[in-house]
């Protein structure tokens, strides 16, 4: 009977194996996964299959306890992220997001949505120094902004047509992003 021999490819794999059922280095590795995927920017709907904005009727609130009316949104250029502290592409996405947001923040309304306790989202928050809100849904958000998956984000136009609808992580400091933000501003 032959002892089999362990490769130094067999032992790589292994050890990789056992990284990611280690839940304390499993999503330091996912992060960095993704973030290797998020280097693919998001690609903007063509205007024949856009769907308009069902409702504006959605009222949100920030980690401090400050409402904020979706209503106020209407009429402006708008992105909306569906995330969570424990996703590991959304945590991925996060920094480009932020990136986006420090040159775009007086122009684009952007509402970064967790259904996590307020504690936890400002705690995040904090732990990353980024410089946007974060906020949890009071009420039910429209219709066109129910998902099962995150990462969730959209681009929503002047006009209330959903401009980008992308699942996952994605690189919304590309240059497209803010070409197509550009356009939508001028519109």
Request: include cysteine; glycine fraction near 2%.
């Amino acid at each position: 009977m032959k002892k089999s021999k362990f490769s130094p490819s067999n032992i790589i794999f292994v050890i990789v194996i056992a990284l990611l059922i280690i839940p304390q280095t499993r999503k330091p590795i996912q992060v960095f996964i993704h973030k290797g995927m998020a280097l693919i920017s998001p690609s903007e709907i063509k205007e024949d299959k856009r769907e308009q904005v069902a409702s504006y009727n959605w009222n949100l609130v920030d980690p401090e306890g400050n409402t904020y009316n979706f209503k106020e949104a209407q009429g402006k250029v708008v992105f909306i992220n569906f995330w969570a502290t424990w996703c590991p592409p959304c945590i991925a996405e996060m920094p480009n997001i932020d990136d986006l947001f420090a040159d775009y923040k007086d122009r684009v309304v952007f509402l970064l949505v967790s259904n996590e306790n307020l504690k936890t989202i400002k705690d995040f928050k904090d732990k990353n120094d980024y410089n946007f809100k974060f906020y949890q849904s009071l009420s039910n958000p429209p219709r066109n902004f129910n998902t099962t998956s995150i990462p969730q984000t959209y681009i929503i136009d002047k006009s209330g047509a959903i401009v980008m609808d992308k699942t996952g992580a994605a690189n919304w400091n590309s240059d497209s992003v803010r070409s197509l933000l550009e356009k939508l501003l001028k519109a």
